[in-house]
């Protein structure tokens, strides 16, 4: 069963007038939190992979801009090693 699914709960029987209501969304509060957890994670992830591209620009480069891009790069990971640490 899929987290968001619209499922029909089936009053029980002699409350006629009730089935005619319409279907609610029951939300699944674990799998949606995984869900924001995994979303985090990945973003996490994608800073990290990020960072040895931009370094190497930079090598490369040697320019203002693409040390700032490096710059920005580790204080935005530094953030949010420094929330996640806070949190354990």
Same mark, same amino acid.
């Given at each position: 069963?899929?987290?968001?699914? *619209?499922?029909?709960? &089936? +009053?029980? %029987?002699? %409350?006629?007038?009730?089935?005619?209501? +319409?279907?609610?969304?029951?939300?699944?509060?674990?799998? #949606?939190?995984?869900?924001? =957890? &995994?979303?985090?994670? $990945?973003?996490?992830?994608?800073?990290?992979?990020?960072? +040895? *591209? &931009?370094?190497?620009?930079?090598?490369?480069?040697? $320019? +203002? =801009?693409?040390? #700032?891009?490096? =710059? #920005?790069?580790?204080?935005?990971?530094?953030?949010?090693?420094?929330?996640?640490?806070?949190?354990?």
């Amino acid at each position: 069963m899929h987290a968001a699914q *619209i499922v029909r709960l &089936l +009053p029980p %029987s002699g %409350s006629a007038g009730v089935r005619d209501a +319409p279907a609610r969304v029951i939300p699944f509060a674990p799998h #949606a939190h995984r869900l924001a =957890e &995994l979303h985090h994670q $990945d973003s996490l992830q994608a800073e990290w992979d990020q960072l +040895p *591209i &931009l370094v190497a620009e930079a090598w490369s480069w040697r $320019d +203002p =801009e693409s040390v #700032a891009a490096v =710059e #920005a790069c580790v204080t935005r990971l530094k953030d949010l090693v420094l929330k996640e640490w806070a949190a354990d």
